[in-house]
């Protein structure tokens, strides 16, 4: 009898939409089981459901061969299921022992026993071999440890099924390591893992069984060692896809974006950006690795010129940029495909087609003597959607209606169209489909090897690996570290720089550059 099954899930949302059309599955217990699909393929929805962040239309959820109603996240923890969310929901300020035990903290009516919710997360930590400093604050610890601390919290409210939702997305190859170490451990003692992630190599590695979702349906459910990566991605999409990016050698040209001791502050006046130099050429990709929060997000924010410098230069051919604001950049011939695309990348409600000259609303052939020219937008549009693949109805069609794959689409197709001298693109294929990824690399490097210069920053070692010509890693607002992308440039060698256990002298960046 399976642990936890969803029969004929379906779920329609009040505009139509509909998200999960009879979907099931069944997990067994003590197993890794791994959830993929494309963006919009309706396997996020299926997990809210099970944790009840979201009911059912139709459907029925049976836990150990009972039915059972999860109509909230507290129904479902009463129930032995945990959900580790993506984006960490801890109180910073608290320590790891207080984040674990919030809610539900030992002690007698008003009194908390600080000492006894310390000694039960070391407990449970050595129990799961999941490593955490109990009582150091949540601010002061890296990223790796945040996420023992959010799997322990589920473990401490009595989960026996863990959901991970996309577990590695912010951690190097090292707390990778480091995590499915604890998730097998975790399988040891009988817990159950849903796995979702867009990392097919991942679920090769970590899961027992698959379960793939495409358009909203659940395709199938395949045993992990008898299938393969291009296997599980020709489900994913219904098509072939090549996951090898077709990167000719170049020879790269002059230098187009130099930076020199840039220092950025944040708004308490911390330097998260320190005394940071390199540059970028023609022809050539350079990839920014590092975990998240080291200083990646100001510096592009300072390179597009939404942000201003403390101190330092930024040159593109040879002409300083810094401070001049985000008009002033893209006139200097710099895009930038923005790390938050619904934030800063698209107005949902404008059309495909004016999101596409948002940019370039008021230069010819789309404006002429103040007044814009609905004609000339339109065909733009049209044009776009055809050229990258754009899925939509039509170009008028407003972004905000389009799956994340295609919205992204949309970015790439304006910031490429610009004539640009240097792209700056920042979690390019963040949150989508294994199509549009395919799609995606494969337009950077046809851009980079025509001789665009192009700065990639990207959470995803993997992508940054296959990507560069030159890795460079940032550690605590600094560059540690300078490549050049050979085969001896493994994940494990940049994960020690990642991590600040080493540095290069400035020699050796040099020798590099």
Sequence with gaps: MPLLEARQIVKVYPNGVRANQDVSFAIEQGEIHAIVGENGAGKSTLMKILYG???PTAGQIVLRGQPVHIDTPHRAIDLGIGMVHQNFMLVDSFTVAENIALGREPGNGLVVNRAQAIADTRRLSETYGLHVEPTARVETVPVGMRQRVEI???LYRGAEILILDEPTAVLTPRETNDLFAAIRNLIK???????ITHKLREVIEISDRVSVMRDSRMIGTVTTRDTTIPGLARMMVGREVFMVVDKPPVQRGKSVLAVRNLTCANEAGRAVVNHVSFNVHEAEILGIAGVEGNGQTELVETLAGLRAPTAGQVLVDEQPIHGLGPRKVREARVTHIPEDRLTNGVARESSIADNLIVDRYYRAPFASGGLLNPAAILQNGRNMVQEFG???RDAEQPVGSLSGGNMQKVIVAREFSSSPRLLIAAQPTRGVDIGAIE??????????????AILLVSADLQEVMKLSDRIMVMYNGEVVAMFR????VTEEKLGLY???GTRQTAAEM???S
Excluded: C, S, Y
């Design 485 to 488: 992308n050979t085969p001896d």
């Design 152 to 154: 322990l919290k589920a």
């Design 53 to 55: 962040l979201e009911t």
């Design 510 to 512: 040099e020798a590099q």
């Design 390 to 392: 754009i899925v939509t």
């Design 439 to 452: 799609f995606i690399h494969q337009q950077l490097v046809n851009r980079r090897t025509a001789g665009l």
């Design 189 to 195: 003692e009988r817990k159950t893992v849903i796995f």
């Design 498 to 500: 990642m991590l600040g």
